[in-house]
C-alpha cells in the first residue's frame, strides 16, 4: 500500500487542523494505521491508531482529547483531527500503515512497514 500524508500547515496556538493519509494500491480498511511525529532534534514519537475490524482508538497521553483518529473507507482514508494545538504539537507527521501490527506494539513505530512522506504542521504560539 502507498501511502500520502495531507493537511498541515502553520496555525496559531489554540487552531484546528485535519491530516489526511489517502492510500493506494490497497484497502486500507484492511490494515492497522497510525499516525506519528517527529520534532527537530527528536525521535519519531508516536500520536494515534486506529486498529482494523472494530475500529478502536488509542492516543498518546499527550494529544489525548485534543486529537481524533478516524477511517473512512469509502475514501480509503484515515484522518487525524487535530484540535486545540499547541506550539509542542510542531513537528512533521506521518501515518503508517501495516496489516500485521498487534495489540501490544500499535504504539511502535518498528510495527509498521507502510510510511507515507509526512506533513508539516507548525503550531505558533
Known amino acids: 500500500v502507498q501511502l500520502q500524508a495531507f493537511g498541515g500547515g502553520l496555525v496559531q496556538a489554540g487552531d484546528s487542523l485535519r491530516l489526511s493519509c489517502v492510500a493506494s494500491g490497497r484497502t486500507l480498511s484492511t490494515y492497522v494505521v497510525g499516525w506519528f511525529r517527529q520534532a527537530p532534534g527528536k525521535e519519531r514519537e508516536f500520536v494515534a491508531a486506529?486498529?482494523?475490524?472494530?475500529?478502536?482508538?488509542y492516543y498518546a497521553d499527550s494529544v489525548k482529547g485534543r486529537f481524533t483518529i478516524s477511517r473512512d473507507n469509502a475514501k480509503n482514508t484515515v484522518y487525524l483531527q487535530m484540535n486545540s494545538l499547541k506550539p509542542e504539537d510542531t513537528a512533521v507527521y506521518y501515518c503508517?500503515?501495516?496489516?500485521?501490527?498487534?495489540?501490544?506494539?500499535?504504539?511502535?513505530?518498528?510495527?509498521?512497514?507502510?510510511w507515507g512522506q509526512g506533513t508539516q504542521v507548525t503550531v505558533s504560539s
Open positions: 486506529v486498529r482494523r475490524s472494530q475500529g478502536t482508538t
Open positions: 503508517a500503515a501495516d496489516m500485521h501490527t498487534i495489540l501490544s506494539a500499535i504504539r511502535d513505530i518498528r510495527a509498521y512497514d507502510n
